[in-house]
């Protein structure tokens, strides 16, 4: 009999398995396929995960992957460029891409110091239950008991399926993604988390771990099937497209397939009931623009650890973790949408954003003034202006930019 059953070996699972057993609790991680696997997904991360790693006291194991710390930003909009160190708003002031079998590899042998007992190849067909209450899961003739199930088997989750999770929030699929890895990128003179917009086109890109470069595009999902083809209008032409992206991609080579994703629904389920847990994507998925899949998946893990109770299970217990969850990362999910539009901007907008660009003053100036620089605007329009004024005292790390309203 265990104490947590951690079905998923990812992200979620293994960084939950190593809290919860360095918690002193008797916990079992299965998986369904070999450890550490590869994921679909791009694998930026920032202060909050890194914080989360030093906590666990494996983040000099993450830094040794050869990854290089991301200092700064630079931004790429619409040909327009900025570029400034990330802003010491923590003692992580930097962000990192390391590829998840790496990862998760370095999560999971900090589960396994800590006692947890991992089993890989055993996918979990079904669960255990005692009346309403989940008592442990069963594979394929294997069978265990537990106080407490977890699952972290991402979006497509058995354990949210079988225990019937009800799904709370869904705004459906907005964007679709195209991703690779790529050598013999043109480097910027310093490492920097680099985010481009284009014609409502985002472009996320960075080096990560063993020498590569990840290269995402992230497009409307009407567009998905033009730029899945392989012809002009595909992904790779689509990144040469852009002059500046076209002369450092000159004489690099894509070394993986192009993964496309057009199944990046923006939902969350009931993340809690007797005997059962969901954590990470199982409990909530959200398109990447989000860049917050890791650094959720380890805010599950935190919650986990802090209210699993130390015998049984109990409603004050799960109301705790629901909220904890909905605290760090529901809320966020369903306020955030508005960021998920990326219109491509007008002409006008395009000599402001120019602007602000070339003279990041500007931008302190539109962050406090935007109520009456844009309150004569159509509604869309200072709608538009009010993300750009966020957007802009976030990066630039303002004072939080001023409304825009009208009356
Ligand atoms: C294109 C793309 C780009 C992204 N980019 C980023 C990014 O840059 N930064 C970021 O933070 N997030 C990013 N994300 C999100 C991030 O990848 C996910 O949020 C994260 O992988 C979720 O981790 P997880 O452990 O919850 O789930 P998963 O990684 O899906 O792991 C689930 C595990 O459960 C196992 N499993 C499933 N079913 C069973 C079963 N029945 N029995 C046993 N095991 C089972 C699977 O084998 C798997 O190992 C991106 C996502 C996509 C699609």
Redesign the pocket.
């Given at each position: 009999m265990y104490d947590v059953i951690v079905?998923?070996?990812?992200?979620?699972?293994a960084a939950s398995a190593a809290l919860l057993a360095r918690r002193g609790l008797r916990v079992m991680l299965?998986?369904?396929?070999g450890l550490p696997?590869p994921?679909?997904?791009?694998?930026?991360?920032g202060p909050s995960v890194l914080s989360f790693l030093d906590g666990l006291g494996v983040l000099d194991e993450v830094l040794e992957t050869g990854a290089p710390p991301l200092r700064r930003w630079h931004l790429e909009v619409e040909g327009g460029y900025y570029g400034a160190p990330m802003l010491p708003r923590s003692p992580y002031h930097y962000n990192l891409c390391v590829r998840?079998e790496t990862l998760s590899a370095i999560l999971l042998r900090a589960a396994s110091r800590h006692g947890a007992e991992i089993r890989e190849r055993?996918?979990?067909?079904s669960l255990r239950r005692d009346g309403d209450q989940v008592t442990g899961v069963e594979g394929d003739g294997w069978s265990e008991k537990a106080r407490i199930v977890v699952g972290?088997?991402?979006?497509?989750?058995?354990v949210a399926r079988r225990t019937g999770a009800a799904t709370t929030f869904d705004a459906g699929v907005m964007r679709c993604?195209f991703?690779a890895y790529w050598e013999g990128v043109v480097p910027l003179p310093a490492p920097a988390l680099e985010l481009w917009h284009d014609g409502g086109h985002v472009l996320?890109v960075g080096p990560c771990d063993g020498g590569r470069w990840m290269v995402?595009l992230s497009a409307p999902i009407e567009q998905y099937d033009m730029l899945r083809s392989g012809a002009s209008t595909g992904y790779e032409a689509r990144l040469r497209a852009i002059p500046a992206m076209a002369d450092r991609l000159r004489g690099a080579c894509r070394v993986s397939p192009v993964?496309g994703?057009k199944t990046?629904r923006n939902f969350h389920r009931d993340p809690a009931g007797p005997g059962w847990r969901l954590?990470?994507?199982?409990y909530c998925?959200k398109d990447?623009l989000f860049?917050?899949?890791?650094?959720?998946?380890c805010a599950a893990a935190r919650a986990l650890a802090d209210t699993l109770p130390p015998d049984g299970d109990s409603r004050e217990a799960r109301e705790s973790y629901a909220a904890a969850l909905d605290d760090h990362v529901g809320q966020k999910v369903r306020t955030g949408l508005a960021g998920l539009r990326v219109d491509p901007p007008q002409p006008g907008q395009l000599a402001w954003i120019r602007g602000v660009l070339a003279h990041p003053g500007l931008a302190l100036e539109m962050a406090r003034r935007c109520s009456e620089l844009f309150a004569g605007l159509p509604e869309d329009r200072r709608a538009f202006w009010q993300r750009v004024a966020d957007g802009a005292a976030d990066i630039l790390d303002l004072p939080p930019a001023a409304r825009v309203d009208p009356s």
């Open positions: 079905v998923g070996g990812g992200v979620t699972g299965c998986d369904r396929t696997a994921a679909v997904s791009t694998h930026f991360f998840r055993s996918p979990v067909r972290a088997d991402g979006r497509g989750s058995q993604t991703h996320q995402m993964y994703s990046l954590a990470g994507d199982a998925h990447p860049g917050a899949g890791i650094a959720d998946g």
